[in-house]
């Protein structure tokens, strides 16, 4: 007998689950795991309303100030009535100027003052500074496997149990100086929150969220299969729910043919002849702000199931990622020189936890002549490959794939340490080999 | 690698002498280094075959193992090194001076300023190359939990007295070389890098007679011809006439002077046990003896080049001026070893085999903000330096075109001066990116405002260090005409924030690590007792 792949089904029994361990479970600690855009703001939100409703303190952890403040307008738009504090620095402008309107929003650099409040929420960075005499009952700790072992430490002594929440294929966080000295060992400051806490207590529930409601069904096997592979996820749409027209038909250019592939197949790869460039490469930063501003230039309308009309495809609907600040710099400054000053560009780290209809990516290995661990780390290229709602286009030169065989990994092995599958290598063929059916040749 | 290190490089290849990376000194020399020339045995990890070691560098003394496997000759070579190493570290111990330190009053909880010594200077350990920082840290750990026939008469190979000292104090020099910008266990190879861009890869760079034909080529050769002579040029007997700096050894020597050299005296000590009669012993300790001298000298004639080699990169070091912070950075390195001092003091025992899950945070913590200083200082100390960052668009310099004065909104405006500098550097600045300069040592903060005349112009608005009135203190805006550097990163760390003491580690790393045991030290296994 087969069943029919009920994607909203599949998705509430696990959020169920999670709530139920969440809410009446003896554990200490919920692990979730969420692939890219499997709807894992939505479950903190509502965990936090339930939490809260059940008369639950609780604090909430994120990473950056830019997801606390967006976590909060989401808890003020479920629930404008929730008390809810924003715990912040005192640096200037310490928060998202949208805080200011929300009426049950109080904001304070002391946690003292906000004491009581049903919901608090703030950085991890800021929470280390916290003292209290009686801990939360309950936390939520988001993007858990982007937050360091260190930083956990810090602040775990402020909650009795947490909901931990994130998503392992991301970039793991890192340490700018080395940390080979406590590798294998279970509390590794520079290993990841969630692999020191499994580490430490291997028996706490662990769920996964199973279906991306973001990357279409072009996107979610290939990125299934080569950043999950013993974890796999569904896209929550079909093949024919999503599209991406443009008005204006292709001038036969090389941007304009591997815009016209994205369109129909989700994917694009705009390919440059072999060579060995600097890092921010003129002619691939170049060939990046042109199918920028063609894709602009020619009139995108998306189709979706969030809505029965197209939307227009604008500026804010199309990111450029790159591997390093500088190349970022250099998209940036192309794209100011072509007229196209409100496209963010930014590099894998800083975009994550985003989503556009369109992607463009410079391949991080594109005209290198050697392949780092920086550059082939797994999360960097599944962060690019999966912001996407409609079509992702990657800008390479060609030869990486040789480059990759020239170098296989030579990161020393450590003992104790668990080996993260897939590696680097391994991941970054598997996506050049898809993307090579959807080559398009370019010489600029 | 950076463009500039990448591009002085490129012009050290073309014109086959190294160029400087750095034009001042970024490492602290002290007065009268230790300098610290190991060997170790081939296949025997841990295992040392001899040393040059000592402050004279007309009068290093030799220490050899000539017969690596032996534990009583190893033990016999450490308590020799202890000997050397523990006086001149001794010497420093004595020399304090008073100083103020911040400490949580254990009753009130309230930070209290406590005076406290600290020593006037502190040891300091220079190796040949970063393998020996290995080998320090790898003798200081086979040593620190040995055990002395007088602290426990029961144990089956009693360490020489002193040597577990050794072993602490080894640790010590070897856990603080992982602080970055510390200089109390160096590793030349590491400083000459830092100060000299090389023609060749970095890895190449770990050799130190190499790097020093490069950064000091003999007349009318260049660099890369003497590096290649330093590399590879073999005298008759087959052997390199510039010897590896160790620890390792080269196995031409190993295999063809060093094996056969052991044999004999393995021969004539058996020789001697075997000995019947006084008379006959006494010309088979003649032949033992002349079998040790031979060790010995095979061990000098390989040692001695390194040590010298050490001291001429000393000198190379010497000659340039000691950068403004270096001294800043050596106070931390001497509260480091008064700290240490005063454990051994105390009596605490050794440092433990693994940090616990505070302890390592802590360290992580100490070490990222020392090197996010470190950078920082660096290229503040070094217009070369701060040259690399500004290509890298991570600072930038020019001349101030225009200062228009403006005020902060709020019931009391304060300063908020608007100043354009010209500059043909290209930072990457955002809206309102944060920017800082020095001013009088202090940073000055300002940001982005709007870059003008296609980024040839920047706009920044100046945040602080104005002082309390209404005008700017005098010398605080700079002027029309005035050269400015500013950099986007900043000049000085922020402390992070305090950890739980160890007994209170959370749950969710694995809790308190309980009552530290004593630790053993490694099992005795068949390969130690040869």
Not at chain 1, 26 to 47: E, F
Not at chain 2, 63 to 73: A, E, F, K
Not at chain 2, 162 to 170: E, N
Not at chain 2, 345 to 354: D, F, K, V
């Amino acid at each position: 007998m087969t069943t029919v792949f009920d994607p909203s089904a599949a998705a509430a029994q696990a959020t169920d689950a999670i709530l139920h361990d969440t809410l009446h479970g003896t554990a200490r600690g919920v692990v979730v795991d969420s692939p890219p855009g499997a709807g894992k703001s939505t479950l903190v939100v509502r965990a936090a309303l339930e939490l809260a409703e059940a008369g639950r303190p609780l604090m909430v952890v994120a990473q950056t100030n830019a997801q606390v403040d967006d976590l909060v307008l989401r808890l003020a738009e479920k629930n404008p009535e929730l008390p809810v504090g924003r715990l912040h620095s005192s640096d200037a402008d310490p928060y998202d100027k949208a805080l200011d309107g929300l009426e049950n929003v109080r904001k304070s650099a002391k946690a003292a003052e906000l004491a009581g409040l049903a919901v608090v929420i703030s950085t991890a960075a800021k929470w280390a500074h916290v003292k209290v005499d009686e801990p939360w009952r309950h936390a939520i700790v988001d993007e858990a496997y982007q937050m360091r072992s260190d930083a956990l430490l810090a602040v775990a002594g402020l909650f009795e149990r947490a909901l931990f929440v994130g998503d392992p294929g991301q970039l793991d966080p890192f340490a700018i100086v080395g940390s080979e000295q406590w590798a294998g060992l279970a509390y590794d400051p520079s290993a990841s929150a969630v692999t020191t806490l499994l580490a430490h207590n291997p028996d706490l529930p662990q769920h996964r969220l199973p279906v991306s409601w973001r990357l279409p069904a072009s996107a979610a096997p290939l990125v299934s299969a080569a950043f999950y592979p013993y974890t796999p996820f569904r896209s929550g749409t079909g093949h024919g729910d999503r599209g991406l027209s443009f008005a204006v038909p292709s001038d036969g250019s090389g941007p304009d043919r591997v815009i016209d592939e994205a369109a129909a197949s989700g994917w694009g790869l705009l390919e440059l002849p072999a060579r060995h460039t600097p890092r921010t490469d003129p002619e691939a930063v170049q060939a990046v702000a042109a199918v920028v501003r063609r894709l602009l230039d020619r009139g995108g309308a998306a189709t979706s199931e969030r809505s029965a009309a197209p939307s227009p495809l604008t500026a804010d609907r199309i990111a450029v990622g790159t591997a390093h600040r500088d190349q970022a710099a250099a998209v940036r400054a192309a794209l100011a020189g072509l007229g196209v000053p409100d496209v963010v560009v930014d590099t894998a780290n800083r975009l994550q936890g985003r989503e556009y209809d369109v992607t463009v990516v410079l391949h991080p290995l594109s005209g290198r002549p050697d392949a780092t661990a920086f550059h082939l780390e797994t999360g960097r290229l599944c962060v690019l490959a999966s912001r996407h709602r409609h079509a992702c286009i990657v800008v390479c030169r060609a030869g990486v794939s040789d480059l990759l065989d020239d170098y296989p990994s030579t990161e020393p092995v450590q003992l104790g340490t668990v080996v993260k599958f897939p590696d680097g290598w391994e991941a970054n063929h598997a996506v050049l080999a898809h993307l090579a059916e959807h080559r398009v040749v370019w010489r600029p | 690698m950076s463009l500039i290190s990448t591009l002085a490089r490129l012009e050290a290849v073309s014109t086959g002498r190294a160029q400087p990376a750095a034009t001042v000194r970024h490492r602290h020399l002290g007065d009268h280094p230790l300098v610290f020339v190991p060997l170790t045995t081939a296949g025997e990890a841990g295992a040392p075959l001899g040393a040059l070691v000592g402050t004279d560098r007309d009068a290093p003394r030799l220490l050899v193992v000539p017969q690596p496997r032996d534990r009583d000759l190893r033990f016999a070579f450490l308590a020799e090194l202890a000997d050397v190493v523990l006086p001149y570290i001794d010497g420093y111990a004595e020399a304090v001076e008073a100083a103020e330190r911040t400490e949580t009053d254990p009753e009130t909880g309230k930070r209290v300023k406590v005076e406290v010594e600290l020593c006037a200077d502190a040891p300091q350990l220079i190796v040949p190359s970063r393998a020996g920082i290995d080998l320090v840290r790898l003798l200081g750990r086979s040593m620190r939990f040995r055990r002395t026939a007088e602290q426990d008469p029961e144990a089956p190979y009693p360490a020489p007295p002193r040597v577990p000292l050794l072993g602490r104090w080894l640790t010590h020099f070897g856990e603080r070389a992982r602080v970055p910008g510390s200089s109390l266990l160096l590793a030349m190879t590491d400083v000459l890098g830092r100060h000299w861009a090389i023609g060749q890869s970095t890895l190449e760079d770990q050799h130190l007679g190499a790097l020093l034909a490069w950064i000091d080529p003999p007349e009318g050769v260049t660099g890369a011809e003497a590096a290649l002579r330093a590399e590879l040029e073999r005298d008759e007997r087959g052997q390199l006439t510039c010897p590896p700096a160790g620890p390792a050894t080269d196995p031409a020597f190993d295999n063809k002077l060093l094996a056969p050299a052991i044999e004999r005296y393995d021969r004539a000590r058996t020789a001697l046990a075997a000995a019947e009669d006084g008379l006959e012993a006494d010309d088979r300790l003649g032949a033992l003896t002349a079998a040790e001298r031979e060790i010995r000298d095979l061990l000098l004639s390989r040692t001695r080049p390194t040590w010298d080699a050490v001291w001429r990169g000393l000198d190379l070091l010497r000659e340039l001026p000691e950068g403004a912070h270096v001294e800043e950075r050596w106070t931390r390195d001497r509260w480091s070893f008064t700290g240490h001092r005063d454990r051994v003091l105390a009596g605490e025992p050794p440092q433990p085999r693994r940090d616990d899950a505070v302890t390592a945070a802590n360290k992580l913590a100490t070490r990222e903000r020392e090197q996010a200083r470190l950078e920082a200082q660096e290229a503040l100390d070094d217009p070369l330096v701060m040259a690399g960052r500004r290509l890298a668009g991570e600072a930038f310099a020019g001349e101030v075109t225009d200062v228009v004065m403006a005020y902060s909104d709020g019931k009391r405006p304060s300063p908020r001066p608007l100043v354009t500098v010209r500059t043909d550097d290209r930072p990457q600045l955002g809206e309102r990116t944060k920017v800082y300069r020095s001013l009088g040592g202090k940073p000055q903060s300002a940001e982005f405002v709007a870059a003008e005349e296609d980024g040839a112009c920047v706009v920044l608005r100046i945040l602080d260090k104005m002082g309390r009135g209404k005008e700017p203190e005098p010398g605080s805006v700079p002027e029309k005409g005035d050269r400015v550097c500013f950099t986007l990163f900043e000049h000085e760390q922020r402390g992070g924030a305090k950890l739980p003491d160890p007994e209170e580690t959370p749950w969710t790393h694995g809790g308190p690590p309980g009552e530290a045991l004593p630790e053993a030290a490694d099992p005795v296994t068949e390969e130690d007792v040869l």
